[in-house]
């Protein structure tokens, strides 16, 4: 069962430039988080954000949370070539039963040009 | 820094092979999971486990099973290969059992073509 869905599915910038990706899901959460894959690797956690934030930074990012609307966007300011990966959103709802189970969208390709 | 290893990055295999995948954490964490992905459709959880011979299934178990022996090493194995198992399958941990909430630590992926 897919949780979250990411908008736009892929995304091509320039370098300097911001992106912004979003998710929705479906169910209550008890937190939203954020991955990175660059070509052919394994996801790299980038931020968590619990259902009682609204927003988070980390660095150049910074990620929000509507808990109301279930949606989530992630913010990356001053793009970098090496900002060029796939994003994916993952949610820990709180009826999974525990075990930190979390369910991934299907990711948003972003390509950013120098 | 958690580290997360599987066992090959490429593999290839013929139909009705039985296949193994191996992931090892070096982190003592409790959870470990197995999925697969493919362009589309995102990571789908295959199975999971949070403790030595303990699992769980995911959402897509099918033609999958898993084996648990070692805290640390986290095993796949589909029993007969098919083609439509052909994928990128991903090893993750993450270090607390139930109840609490944390990041999952991801292995680079096997890349599985089932010819």
């Known amino acids: 069962s897919q949780q979250g869905e990411e908008d736009p599915q892929a995304l091509s910038i320039q370098e300097g430039e911001n992106a912004t990706m979003n998710c929705s899901y479906k169910?209550?959460?008890?937190?939203l988080q954020w991955y990175r894959q660059n070509s052919g690797r394994g996801l790299v956690h980038l931020i968590l954000i619990r259902s009682n934030e609204r927003e988070k930074h980390s660095g150049r990012l910074r990620v929000t949370l509507d808990t109301s609307k279930k949606s989530s966007s992630l913010l990356i300011t001053a793009s970098r070539a090496a900002d060029t990966a796939s994003y994916f959103c993952?949610?820990?709802?709180?009826?999974?039963?525990?075990?930190?189970?979390?369910?991934f969208g299907a990711g948003t390709r972003l390509a950013v040009h120098p | 820094d958690v580290k997360v290893t599987q066992s090959s990055r490429y593999l290839v295999k013929r139909t009705g092979e039985k296949v193994f995948l191996e992931c090892v954490q070096d982190?003592?964490?409790?959870?470990m999971f197995w999925y697969r992905q493919d362009p589309g459709l995102g990571l789908r959880l295959i199975y999971f486990?949070?403790?030595?011979?303990?699992?769980e299934k995911g959402d897509i178990p099918e033609g999958y099973s898993v084996s648990r022996e070692k805290k640390e090493r986290f095993s796949l194995i589909l029993e007969s290969a098919s083609t439509n198992q052909t994928s990128m399958y991903l090893c993750?941990?993450?270090?607390?059992?139930?109840?609490?909430?944390?990041?999952?630590?991801f292995g680079p992926g096997t890349r599985l073509t089932v010819l």
């Open positions: 486990s949070y403790d030595v011979k303990m699992k």
């Open positions: 993750a941990s993450s270090l607390m059992a139930q109840g609490s909430t944390d990041t999952q630590y």
């Open positions: 982190m003592d964490h409790e959870n």
């Open positions: 169910t209550s959460i008890n937190n």
């Open positions: 993952a949610t820990d709802p709180t009826l999974s039963g525990g075990y930190n189970k979390l369910i």
